[in-house]
């Protein structure tokens, strides 16, 4: 079982940065994956970014280059570092987790969001 809280979310103007942040807790064995998700409105949820425990990482094309994501091993925590900031960033921002509990069961978890709005 995983808990995931983040915090960071705010308004930005465009151009700007703002950094998430996710703490994991709760009673697991690992987490192999971490990552965030976003869901703008009237819009599917998207798949940001992930990071592995080993430190692969992936993006989605629209943030590439601008977004930056860091996770901390033995604290649980992921970070979210995201420059150049676009009115189109604006959502709400999950954090996620790929975990796999003492007793054997894989899941995956979501926090409860964090909002991010770009605007003048």
């Known amino acids: 079982q995983v808990q995931l809280v983040e915090s960071g979310g705010g308004l930005v103007q465009p151009g700007g940065s703002l950094r998430l942040s996710c703490a994991a807790s709760?009673?697991?064995?690992?987490?192999?994956?971490m990552g965030w998700y976003r869901q703008a409105p009237g819009k599917q949820r998207e798949l940001v970014t992930t990071?592995?425990?080993?430190?692969?990482?992936n993006y989605v094309d629209s943030v590439k280059g601008r977004f930056t994501i860091s996770r901390d091993n033995a604290k649980n925590t992921v970070d979210l570092q995201m420059n150049s900031l676009k009115p189109e960033d604006t959502a709400v921002y999950y954090c996620?987790?790929?975990?796999?509990?003492?007793?054997?069961?894989?899941?995956?978890?979501w926090g409860q969001g964090t909002q991010v709005t770009v605007s003048s």
């Open positions: 996620y987790a790929l975990s796999q509990g003492w007793s054997g069961p894989v899941a995956n978890y």
């Open positions: 709760g009673n697991f064995r690992s987490i192999y994956t």
């Open positions: 990071i592995t425990s080993g430190g692969r990482t």
